[in-house]
């Protein structure tokens, strides 16, 4: 098995390619089949996930590259500026990962958010394309807890957008 442990940020080429769905580029630990046939498992630190295009290297060091794989989705439109934003709210108040484009939200597959888009006036339509959703605008994880907790006392680290988490 090819065991990956690493991500880059470069590489001059890659050897075979990992076709994985959002809430596979999730896990830091998987065993899955890269393009070639080979059994690979990721052994990854924690961190943001895969997007798609990411570099990886395995301890003998050859290179991987991450593809986003084609999944269910939901393409969301809507009359006004006004009304996507309403959506948008509605869908990060039930912490949905979303991918935002130019006058269009996309989310995973779920009948019960398109009835509530749709109730909103949104105009929502089904497709098979690759997920890639934001990574959110804190780095140090997301918790609920308002107690005074140690472990979840962190300052939170501002995600530089457009460069990689």
Do not use: I
């Not at 090819?2 to 050897?15: H, M």
């Not at 570099?55 to 009359?79: K, M």
């Not at 108040?93 to 009835?115: A, K, M």
């Amino acid at each position: 098995m090819l065991v990956v442990t690493q991500r880059l940020s470069q590489a001059a080429g890659w050897e075979a390619e990992l076709l994985l769905t959002f809430e596979l580029r999730s896990k830091t630990r998987l065993r899955t089949r890269a393009s070639n046939g080979e059994e690979v498992g990721l052994f990854l630190p924690a961190g943001a996930p895969l997007a798609d295009g990411q570099l990886l290297q395995a301890e003998d060091g050859r290179v991987l590259r991450v593809v986003a794989a084609d999944e269910p989705l939901l393409h969301v439109r809507c009359a006004n500026a006004q009304e996507l934003c309403r959506a948008a709210y509605h869908l990060g108040n039930r912490h949905v990962h979303l991918q935002v484009g130019d006058g269009w939200l996309r989310l995973l597959d779920d009948y019960v958010l398109e009835q509530m888009l749709q109730q909103l006036g949104a105009e929502v339509s089904r497709l098979f394309a690759p997920f890639n959703p934001e990574s959110g605008a804190y780095g140090g994880g997301h918790h609920h807890s308002h107690g005074k907790d140690a472990a979840f006392q962190y300052a939170p680290k501002l995600h530089l957008f457009g460069q990689p988490a």
